[in-house]
């Protein structure tokens, strides 16, 4: 299997070892990422305004590069994840967007979402499937009790993001247990931690992140693990005297699967 793996900034940048580990892990799992030459930044927030072409354009880049190499783009930060899974339904379901934009671009083939774009996880479950990596587990994590944080970004709005059920998701959890752990459920699981106001309203952050904390620790949770860099910032950062110790998903696949 090959794939158009878009990194994104921060995993460039801050958060190396994270994509380290996700790429270590594709390969052990016979999966090529492939990284689209001179990619920009997504933006990192989806732009809501109707009429915002500009920030749209470097995601619809890279999911013009995926199309044309006949692939599907994957994702391993949340909030990549989320631009591109809007923008690329922006240009299937918007007429007027997607006359806009590639009037701009001057593409030789115009685009009109035809992009796959997937989440790491979801390519684990979807495409791989958490049985078959369960048989390649080598060092399975057996007795850990581990608190899956999902956030707002994979989730929200739930029609379009189309990536588990809001209320109620289960790929975290499944993929704990396929690494041989014990997933913990609790209620804040997919809550909004805080993260994009921590540096404006830092009290605001820290009460957010701190229910989140709490609400996995008193049910018995070890550890957090996140698929949002931003997420798992905040709650390390932000999570109070009692926080537990916060993880990257990719991280803990690669220590399974033997490749740190």
């Known amino acids: 299997m090959i794939y158009t793996y878009y990194p994104g900034c921060t995993l460039k ?3 190396k070892d994270l994509d380290l580990y996700a790429r270590k892990s594709a390969t052990a799992l016979g999966v090529t990422l492939e990284e689209p030459e001179d990619w920009q930044c997504c933006g990192a927030v989806y732009p809501l ?3 915002e072409i500009a920030t749209r354009l470097s995601a619809v880049r ?3 590069s995926a199309r044309d190499n006949k692939r599907a783009v994957v994702t391993v930060c ?7 899974v809007r923008v690329n339904d922006d240009m299937k379901n918007d007429a007027d967007m997607r006359g806009k934009v590639n009037r701009y ?3 030789e083939n115009e685009y009109g979402g035809e992009t796959e774009v997937i989440h790491y996880l979801t390519m684990l479950r979807d495409k791989i499937g958490f049985d078959e990596i369960k048989k390649k587990v080598v060092k399975p994590l ?3 009790k581990i608190a899956a944080y999902y956030g707002c970004m994979l989730l929200r709005p739930s029609k379009i993001m189309a990536f588990d059920d809001a209320e109620n998701p289960t790929i975290i959890e499944d993929f704990i247990k396929a690494l041989g752990a014990e997933p913990v ?6 809550e909004c931690c805080g993260g994009y106001v921590t540096m404006s309203d830092k009290s605001l952050a820290k009460k957010a992140a701190g229910k989140v904390m709490a609400s996995a620790k008193d049910n018995g949770a070890e550890l957090i693990i996140t698929a949002c860099p931003l997420c798992m910032y905040n709650l390390d950062a932000n999570g109070g005297a009692d926080k537990l110790p916060v993880r990257y998903f990719t991280e803990l696949l690669a220590e399974a699967l033997d490749v740190k």
């Open 185 to 190: 459920i609790y209620p804040f699981r997919n």
């Open 49 to 51: 305004a109707r009429d």
């Open 105 to 107: 671009l001057e593409l």
């Open 13 to 15: 940048t801050k958060a």
């Open 78 to 84: 949340s909030a990549c994840h989320h631009v591109l």
């Open 62 to 64: 890279t999911l013009v």
């Open 142 to 144: 057996e007795g850990k």
